[in-house]
């Protein structure tokens, strides 16, 4: 045979084998750096995912912006299935914070698949003298503005949970805004800011070690991950709730039929008792959900949210 002939059929093979390698790849797109609780969850899901699917999965983080960034890489993806996205309740923060956004929340961007929820833990400095609720109310409403408190930056779920905390615990403190929490974790363990609300995965190891005081939980009932805490609810800020979920979205066009594969697989996935262990560790709630109860919620918060951020004045920085 004519080496061109051979080498053209060379060509032809590798081409359509690299192909048939890139068909078999989904990629799971997350919002934020690695080690945070979303990138937590994607990796511990992933396998599980990948078996459903078919698939070999890349787990590919995206930060900044708030997961904008993110999120508009998901938009211009090819609508086939093999581009999703994991992200958490900022996800319905965003159309409020930010002016102007490079995509249409709603109309570029498909809610496939809820994982769980989880609260937030308040925490606080060992140096700061309230070993409670009551306590910690006392001493903010006696000294306005003199706790200050971290968060991952402004519009942040840390951020948001804090006004709402001010608002319905009826004190002043000050936002000292991170470029992403661990920063801020340092800083309080230090005492140069003196309270978080945080998530359990991010900071439970810190609690654990008795590097920072864990005072209450943002959650309606108390969570297994930390049994013994009380919540907000039941401290004295009666009905306060702040549970941010997780998700799976992908881009608009997506057909039906593989948004319910998705669907499947990562409600699957979720009913893994290794990966409800995990994810317990990690204070989340699993809840798995069709496609229909999963956009109904998105789009209740979407609302919800944008009454609660407009009422604050908060911009995105």
């Not at 609260?119 to 000294?143: D, G, H």
């Not at 930056?153 to 319905?168: N, Q, W, Y």
């Not at 000050?174 to 359990?200: C, E, F, N, R």
């Not at 262990?277 to 709630?285: H, R, T």
Request: aromatic share 6%; with cysteine; hydrophobic share 40%.
């Amino acid at each position: 045979m004519h080496l061109k002939n051979i080498v053209s059929i060379f060509l032809l093979s590798f081409a359509c084998l690299s192909s048939a390698q890139t068909s078999k790849t989904t990629t799971i797109i997350v919002p934020f750096a690695t080690g945070g609780t979303v990138d937590i969850v994607a990796r511990q899901l992933a396998p599980d995912l990948g078996k459903s699917l078919g698939d070999n999965i890349i787990v590919d983080n995206k930060g900044g912006a708030g997961g904008t960034i993110a999120t508009a890489k998901l938009a211009t993806s090819s609508p086939d299935g093999k581009t999703i996205m994991f992200h958490h309740m900022g996800f319905v923060f965003n159309p409020a914070l930010y002016d102007k956004l490079p995509f249409d929340t709603r109309k570029d961007i498909i809610p496939v698949a809820d994982i769980g929820v989880t609260p937030n833990v308040l925490v606080v400095t060992n140096s700061l003298p309230a070993k409670n609720i009551t306590e910690f109310l006392a001493y903010a409403r006696k000294n306005p503005g003199k706790i200050n408190y971290g968060s991952g930056g402004v519009g942040s779920a840390g951020h948001l949970a804090m006004e709402m905390f001010e608002d319905a615990g009826n004190f002043q403190a000050t936002h000292v805004p991170y470029k992403g929490s661990g920063p801020a974790i340092t800083d309080l363990i230090s005492g140069q800011i003196q309270a978080m609300l945080m998530t359990i995965a991010s900071i439970k190891p810190y609690i654990d070690s008795g590097q920072v005081r864990a005072l209450a939980t943002s959650g309606l009932a108390r969570t297994p991950s930390l049994p013994t805490l009380p919540t907000l609810n039941e401290s004295g800020l009666k009905g306060f709730s702040f549970e941010p979920w997780y998700g799976v979205f992908a881009p608009a066009k997506t057909p039906q039929k593989t948004l319910e594969q998705i669907n499947t697989a990562v409600n699957d996935a979720l009913k893994n008792p290794e990966n409800q262990v995990k994810l317990a560790g990690q204070g989340l709630e699993v809840k798995p959900m069709t496609i229909p109860q999963f956009t109904a919620m998105v789009d209740a918060d979407l609302a919800k949210w944008d009454k609660v951020i407009k009422r604050l004045n908060i911009k995105a920085e």
